[in-house]
Structure formats: C-alpha cells, structure tokens
C-alpha cells in the first residue's frame, strides 16, 4: 500500500516536471489514437473527438497505431511524453493493451476507451463501447428475414485481433443458427478491408455459386463483397453490414445491400472527450467503467437519415 | 526540446516501471485466480430458480399497467417494474405479466410467437416469444443483481444473455402447444424491452402457461 502510494506520487511528481518543462503547450492536451483513418467509422470517431476536445478548450494530439499493438505502444509513450492529460483510445488488441493502458495510468494519464473493450477492468478510467452482440443480433434477425429463413450464405469475418470482430460473429451466429435451413457455405476473414473482401468473395463465387446472402462484419467488406457480386451479375444476393456508413447508406438506397447496423462513433468518441473533461477538471469518474451503448438497424426505411454514424430525425 | 522530454520520460517510465511490477499482482490475483470456466448455461441453472423467477415474480407488474407507465413516464415504470441499475444509454427492461387470450399465432418461423389480447378489445397488445429461436436478451436485462461490469467482455455477457432464452425453451416453451392456438388464453411471467419501431411489445418468458382449446 505505502509503495502503491509512493509510486503514485512519483508518477505525480514526473508529470508535474513535465508539465513545467514544458511551457510550450499553452492548452492542455487530449492524444486521440485510433484505428486507420482508411476506414471511415475510425474517422469519425477521430473527428468527433477532435471536435469535442477543441470546444472544450483543449490540443488534440490525433494518432493512428494502425491495429499494431506495438505501435500503439510507442504511441502512448508519445502520450506519456508530451504530458497528454488523458488519452482517448479505440485500442489495438483486448489482451495487447492493457499492458499499453496500465502504462499510461501508472504515469498519471487517464485513459477513456472507445468502441472496443479491454479485458481488464480498473485499468482505464472508462470503456465506452457499443453493442456490437445487441447491434448483431439486429443485424442477423434482418438477415434472416431477407433470406426467408433459409438458403446458403457467406459470413465475412473482421481482423481477428479486435474482439469486436469475434463479438459480431457470434451475435450473428446466435440468431442465425436457430435456423437449420439457412446454411452457411463460407466463412472467412477479410480483416475489415475492402479490396481483401473483394478478392476473397470473387473465389469464394467461384467456389459456390449457388449462394443466397452475404453476412459482414463491417462496411467496408460488406462494401467490397457487394461490389465483387455486382461485377459477377450477381446483384439478387443480399448483403448486410455493419458500422451505418455513408457508402453503404448510399448503397442501400439504390438498392445494393440491403442493411447495416449503426454503431454511434461520432457520439462515442464526444461522450468520452466529455468524461475525459469531467476526470481532469473536477477528478470525477463515470458512474461505471464498462458503458455499453445500443445500436440501431439501418435499412430501406431509415437510411436516407443517416448521416456520418448518426441518425438524424 | 526533444533531448530534455526524452530523459524525462525515461525517468517517469524507470519509476513506472518498478511500480507496475509491483502493483499489477494484487488486481490480476482477483481478476484471474482460481476461476473456474466461465459456463453460461450452469450459471442460468444455478440461479433460476432461486433468484431469476422470485424475482421476476415479486417485480412484475400486469403488462396493461406496465406498458401504459412506460409510455406516459418511462423513468417511473422504470423505477417500479424496471432495472435501475441498467446501463444509463440501455433502453428500460420491465418484468411484466401477461395474461389474455391469444388472438394469433406465427408458429411457421422458428422464432415462434403468439400475439396476447389482455384488455378484451380483441386486438393484440402484446406479442410473447415461444421460441425455439428468441429474439433479445430481455430476461438478462431485467435483473438488477446482473452488471455488464461484472462480466469480462461483450461475449461473456452475451452468452449469458443467451443462456437464459435457452433455459427458459428447454425448461418451459419447448412443452407449450404448438397447433389451434388462437381462442384459448394464455398466463405469462417474463421481461420485455422498450425498443422502437416494434408492431408489437416483445416479451421473452420465464414462466408460460397456455389454457385448453375452447
């Protein structure tokens, strides 16, 4: 207990040399460290978060690790060093990061996590994620009704390091697999890229023609696999995403892939720069760690609202 | 600049370092000890009947009240037949009883449901699933001694979620009627959870009882 506090103290202490030696931040900085900004969703969040830190009247120190948990490793050092106040982080690895977060918080640096969870809880100040299982089964109830409740199907798998990619798989298959009539033929990773989707659904055509749908686990593939399908004269195969994107919005309607799920990234990330302000001006935590937020069906009847990962009304 | 932030940061990280060695054990000896294999399905079983219908019994309300507080003030039937504790951004779980007659029936989809008249007016005002396939993790979300924080990550508490809709079918739907459902009454315990966009309020049951033909 002594030791835990004298530690503390010195973390203090490092971070007040730090803040006195250097004068040259005027504002206090917030460092924003996400996925690649290639994918919108982490864009978005990005720009969010940046948005929310400004108007709060902080520097925001935008960084991508590129899902290379090493990187983000080097980032947070980055953190650390530059004397960020707190962190805002769509981490690079469940298990990978805690270590990187624990890191930030032995230094004095609260860390505020958004869209993929950790495995450890008491480590970072706040884990804000969504829904990924409740937005999946959303998804798969919509799929299932589209394929009539049978037929053959493709699931596209995320990066299998992000644990939101295993969480949507196994929301999908908790509905799916209530249906022995709907068989599925493939199942592969295209790791949350486009043009990997692209190729991987081109054989996987080859290899069964006779599919019916197409199940993603993002946008970006479901975006992809979309695209090779249409190249292939086979636009009567349905797809359904997830993210609620603008592509795909534009997408559905005109009438390309049928569904997508939104999860709420642009709000996320400014609800996590809010607490972050809460935490380094009034020393106050949310009321809970692990905050889940709920997701919501996109299709034919409500796409035309979505806007950059938000609904409007 | 750089040269002074670098020796800095070398400082607090020597410092740091030493003291996660020392601090990390006491957190991970509580997180991981002992643990045994995290089993959903047994975990449903073991506390089912011991907490999950008690509870559900002493907090529900009849389904014509609940849901006509829900939509007039949310927060008090929430407050009343509600999980207080639920995640602030979650939408309201209530325990509910349902009881009427059964006025239709979808049984060709797997995710089998009956729509329940409770006023009389001949109109459904309730739609409780019979599985085998069940929509929501409703049953889940309405207990208030179950936090998402409690849980290690999305799937753990997902799969529990799950594990009661497969409890409560093996135990209790799977032995329902299936065939001339309409007409006879129906007496129901269960959860159901404010979405929008719904035709119908969902339940989920706990407990289902369905009366002889007419």
Known sequence: MTLTRRMTLAAFAGVLALGTAAPAFAADLIAIITPSHDNPFFKAEAVGAEAKAKELGYEALVLVHDDDANKQSELIDTAIGRGAKAIILDNAGADA????????????????????????????????????????????????????????????????????????????????????????????????????????????????????GVISGNDTMAMGAYAALAAANRKDVIVVGFDGSNDVRDSITSSGIKATVLQPAYAQAQMAVEQANDFIKNKKSPEKEKQLMDCVLVNGDNAKKLETFALKN | MPKKLTWLTLVALAGLGLG????????????????????????????????????????????????????????????????????????WTFAVRVEGKIVAANTQSRAATMDIDVDGDGKADARVQVGPAMRGTALRDSLDFVQFNDFTNQIDFAQFGKAFNAYADKTVLSKLPREALEGRSAKVLGAYTIEGGQDLPLVTPAEAEIGPKP
């Open chain 1, 97 to 212: 990061t805690v270590a990187a977060v624990q890191k930030a918080k032995d230094a004095g640096i609260p860390s505020f996590l958004i869209d993929r969870e950790i495995n450890a809880t008491g480590v970072a100040v706040a884990q804000i994620v969504s829904n990924n299982y409740q937005g999946a089964q959303l998804g798969a109830q919509e799929f299932v009704k589209l394929m009539g409740e049978k037929g053959n199907f493709v699931e596209l798998v995320g990066k299998e390091s992000d644990t939101n990619a295993g969480i949507r798989s196994k929301g999908y298959h908790d509905v799916i697999d209530d249906y022995p009539d709907l068989k599925m033929v493939a199942q592969q990773s295209a790791n949350w890229s486009q043009t990997e989707a692209y190729s991987k659904m081109e054989s996987i055509l080859q290899a069964n023609p006779d599919i019916k």
């Open chain 2, 20 to 91: 996660a060695c020392k601090i990390l054990p006491t957190p991970s000896a509580q997180s991981e000890g002992s643990a045994p294999a995290f089993n959903p399905d047994k975990m449903v079983e073991d506390i089912w009947a011991a907490k999950v219908i008690p509870y559900l019994r002493q907090k529900a309300g009849p389904f014509a009240e609940v849901h006509a507080l829900a939509k007039t003030d949310p927060a008090a039937a929430g407050a009343k037949y509600g999980n207080p504790k639920k995640q602030a951004n979650s939408p």
